[in-house]
């Protein structure tokens, strides 16, 4: 009886017009997903800049930004961006890698450089590798482990049918490891030190960035995603991502706002 009244009380302030944008959206992102199963498509391709890109999908989300990437409609001009930076640049470390796109694009522009894509999502890293695998690339490998300010084991609840991590949170010693227990590591424990990142982790962000003091030292250029909502999961406000950044002598140009959770950031050293 609660439960009904609880989705009753739900059904009354529901935003009507919220949920008809997203549930037609849902209902879009399945039905390109299963007229790609029932055509027996078991990759999508697109170009960046002249490079093709081939992704696999599992999940219909998946499927969704492949096909985006396939119709050359997934933030087209920030992938030019990314492609060009990354040309120019050793190695690469692509945090919070999902599919793996620009952790690929990288490792294809610059044929020479070291491509180092993080993701923690178990569903995500058997899209990445089997995505290094259809684009035939020898330079460009996986971690799966969470980057964060500190070392560990954490546990973090993820969207089945997206891939997407919510709140990553330690697990103690003495505590059983679960089902998405992975690693966590921070970016000055690594051996190699990256001249281009791209981060995209849901919130993390600073928490990745407080883990990188030395890292940071060497000036990296940084395409950063913020997510102020998730930041706040982390007991974190967006102006202490800013202030850390600030004392580590960087600066940024807002690149733009995919929507009212997320903006894209390209973060630069000052001289």
Not at 59 to 79: D, S, V
Not at 164 to 186: C, F, L
Not at 216 to 224: A, C, G, V, Y
Request: contains cysteine; glycine residues 6%.
């Amino acid at each position: 009886m609660n439960t009904f009244i609880k989705k009753f009380k739900t059904l009354i302030h529901l935003d009507w017009k919220w949920a008809r944008k997203y549930y037609s959206k849902k209902a879009k992102t399945y039905f390109l997903y299963y007229v790609s199963l029932l055509l027996g498509r078991k990759y999508l391709s697109g170009t960046v800049d002249g490079i093709e890109i081939k992704l696999c999908f599992f999940t219909p989300y998946h499927h969704l930004i492949a096909y985006g990437i396939h119709k050359g409609k997934q933030e087209p001009w920030m992938m030019l961006m990314w492609k060009k930076a990354a040309e120019n640049n050793n190695v690469i470390y692509d945090i919070g890698g999902y599919n793996g796109i620009f952790g690929l694009v990288a490792a294809k522009a610059n044929p020479n450089a070291t491509v180092i894509i993080f993701e923690p999502s178990k569903i995500n890293a058997e899209h990445i590798r089997q995505n290094i695998k259809l684009n035939n690339l020898q330079n460009c490998s996986l971690q799966q482990m969470a980057v964060s300010d500190k070392k560990g084991i954490v546990s973090f609840s993820s969207k089945k049918t997206q891939g997407t991590a919510d709140h990553i949170t330690y697990i103690t010693k003495g505590e059983e490891k679960n089902d998405d227990g992975v690693e966590s590591i921070d970016l000055d424990s690594l051996s190699t030190v990256p001249d281009l990142i791209k981060i995209d982790a849901e919130g993390a962000e600073f928490s990745i960035l407080k883990g990188a003091e030395k890292t940071l030292s060497r000036k990296p250029q940084i395409l950063l995603e913020v997510h102020p909502h998730y930041l706040e999961k982390y007991g974190v406000r967006e102006e202490d991502l800013w202030s850390l950044l600030r004392n580590k002598k960087y600066g940024w140009w807002f690149l733009d706002s995919t929507s009212d959770l997320t903006s894209h950031y390209l973060v630069y050293p000052k001289n």
